[in-house]
């Protein structure tokens, strides 16, 4: 009856114009943009990938595209296109600015050349392009850096179905059940052979999650809210917008959905497996632009719940007055709109969501770890030695984030930061490449010096997560100018010497 209530206030035609506005540029930038890009890095399909030079039947193992590019897309999406795109949302339209131009010109071009340099040095983990190009001290932090991403990926998308799974579908287990069994399927994905787990339930996974996003555009045309327009204005509408400028706080909080670091962890896994060149523009930045689009409709799907007034009490928790978070809105919008039966298969779509993230996280860090020590990954017993130590820190941060009441809080804020400063090391070390190669890196350089300008302002504006309670905004935002400045300065510098050596030669 309440439900009823909710839902019958959509009755009049809402053409929902920025929204499909929104959808069709994303299209358009991967049937454009990614041409322009896929032109730049000279995608050559007589190149010997290294999936086909030596196969190994662990990592290095041939697949057919499409399930290359689910992989990916699964690898990619996690929790990050639904939950941080529906945090995202509270601050309003602006959102989908930010998911539209930051998947076309930034998370999809960072994805697709982070793919191919590693197609072009035989398959290398991110922290050994990111040495190739900037340095062994850099290659040395990133390691480490790149690792500590990894186990906190890892105890999030554990954290994330166990406590959706339990609070769903099982509320009189103890969560720890469900963590144990999580835990033990990130173990078998991570030692098993790519092919053999991965993927063979991956595309099934991934259609999961399309179809989700398909249901909610359904609901859209049923139901027909009124979605809000840009023309509206972009004002930020956040419910303590007080202490969460749009800039930087949206930018951090709509990771995955926009650009994400994350993603070229992600990208050396299936550069292992491509047996052309030409498969790279669909794979690396034709997925990205599918989680922008699946990012994009979950965000819309929480503005309304967010900003309009009949459904603004279902986003609050009514025992402490706190706005839900992602994970819970998820649920929210499931059995406001859907039958059960469809409102389950969305709750399990983000819970595989999650767990096709975790898994590959984990993986990607024993890959890091086994490419730094130069130790062969064949035999099972040497991926053991390298996943054990991984999984025991990554239990014990787990254990921190369930029995702390803000613990989870704690490490998504963190992931968060982090992942978005490694999406700007990578632009940067991108930016290297193509300057080396001559081509035109302003594509990478705009973007690399906004992330860098995020990520530099986040540090000292933001007030639970950085200094912002320490110092006025106005000096967090001049320290993150000035950390952008030195950062382009550096490059411009390291340019010009590169630049008078090959005149030299």
């Known amino acids: 009856m309440k439900k009823n209530m909710y839902l019958c206030r959509f009755k009049k035609l809402n053409i929902m114009v920025s929204f499909l506005l929104a959808i069709v540029l994303l299209v358009l930038g991967y049937l454009l943009y990614s041409k322009l890009i896929e032109r730049i890095v000279e995608i050559d399909p007589n190149r010997t990938t290294p999936a086909v030079a030596h196969p190994d039947g662990v990592d290095y193992v041939p697949m057919?595209?499409?399930?290359?590019?689910?992989?990916?897309?699964?690898?990619i999406a996690g929790v990050g296109p639904i939950c941080g795109a529906i945090m995202g949302a509270q601050f309003g339209s602006a959102s989908f600015l930010w998911i539209v131009f930051g998947s076309i010109f930034a998370g999809a071009v960072h994805d697709f050349i982070a793919g191919v340099i590693s197609i072009r040095r035989d398959g290398a983990s991110l922290p050994e392009i990111h040495g190739a190009y900037l340095g062994n001290g850099p290659k040395q932090f990133m390691r480490i850096f790149?690792?500590?991403?990894?186990?906190?990926?890892?105890?999030?998308?554990?954290?994330?179905?166990?406590?959706?799974?339990?609070?769903?579908?099982?509320?009189?287990?103890?969560?720890?059940?469900?963590?144990?069994?999580?835990?033990?399927?990130?173990?078998?994905?991570?030692?098993?052979?790519?092919?053999?787990?991965?993927?063979?339930?991956?595309?099934?996974?991934?259609?999961l999650l399309l179809g989700m996003a398909v249901a909610i555009v359904v609901a859209f045309l049923v139901y027909r809210p009124e979605l809000p327009e840009l023309w509206d204005g972009l004002q930020n509408q956040h419910p303590d917008a007080a202490h969460n400028p749009i800039f930087p706080m949206m930018f951090i909080s709509i990771a995955c959905g926009a650009i994400s670091g994350?993603?070229?962890?992600?990208?050396?896994?299936?550069?292992?497996?491509?047996?052309?060149?030409?498969?790279?523009?669909?794979?690396?930045?034709?997925?990205?632009?599918?989680?922008?689009?699946?990012?994009?409709?979950?965000?819309?799907?929480?503005?309304?719940?967010?900003?309009?007034?009949?459904?603004?009490?279902?986003?609050?928790?009514?025992?402490?007055?706190?706005?839900?978070?992602?994970?819970?809105?998820?649920?929210?919008?499931?059995?406001?709109?859907?039958?059960?039966?469809i409102a389950v298969i969305c709750v399990l779509g983000v819970i595989s969501a999650a767990i096709t993230s975790g898994d590959t996280a984990l993986r990607s860090a024993r890959l890091i770890v086994a490419d730094f020590l130069h130790y062969e990954q064949k035999p099972i017993k040497n991926r053991l030695f390298v996943a054990l130590p991984i999984f025991a820190i990554t239990a014990a941060v787990l254990v921190y984030s369930l029995i702390d009441a803000k613990g989870f809080d704690v490490i998504w804020r963190y992931f968060a930061w982090s992942n978005q400063v490694l999406a700007t090391v990578t632009l940067w070390t991108i930016t290297v490449f193509l300057c080396q190669k001559r081509k035109p890196y302003i594509i990478t350089l705009l973007p690399a010096m906004f992330m860098t300008m995020v990520t530099g302002c986040f540090l000292f504006v933001a007030e639970k997560e950085g200094f912002g309670s320490v110092i006025p905004r106005w000096l967090g935002y001049t320290i993150g100018s000035a950390i952008t400045l030195a950062a382009t300065c550096l490059f411009y510098l390291w340019a010009g010497k590169n630049k008078r050596k090959e005149q030299q030669h």
């Open 146 to 207: 790149t690792v500590l991403l990894m186990i906190l990926v890892g105890a999030v998308f554990v954290n994330t179905p166990a406590v959706l799974l339990n609070n769903n579908f099982t509320p009189d287990w103890n969560i720890f059940l469900w963590v144990g069994v999580i835990f033990a399927y990130y173990l078998i994905a991570t030692l098993l052979p790519i092919d053999k787990l991965i993927g063979k339930i991956y595309p099934i996974f991934g259609f």
């Open 262 to 341: 994350f993603h070229a962890t992600q990208s050396p896994l299936m550069a292992r497996c491509m047996t052309n060149e030409r498969q790279a523009r669909p794979v690396f930045y034709g997925a990205m632009i599918t989680e922008g689009i699946v990012a994009l409709i979950w965000a819309a799907a929480a503005t309304v719940f967010y900003h309009d007034p009949m459904l603004q009490s279902l986003t609050v928790n009514p025992e402490t007055g706190a706005t839900l978070g992602g994970n819970a809105m998820v649920g929210v919008i499931a059995n406001t709109w859907f039958p059960k039966a």
């Open 64 to 75: 057919k595209p499409w399930r290359i590019y689910l992989i990916q897309f699964l690898n």
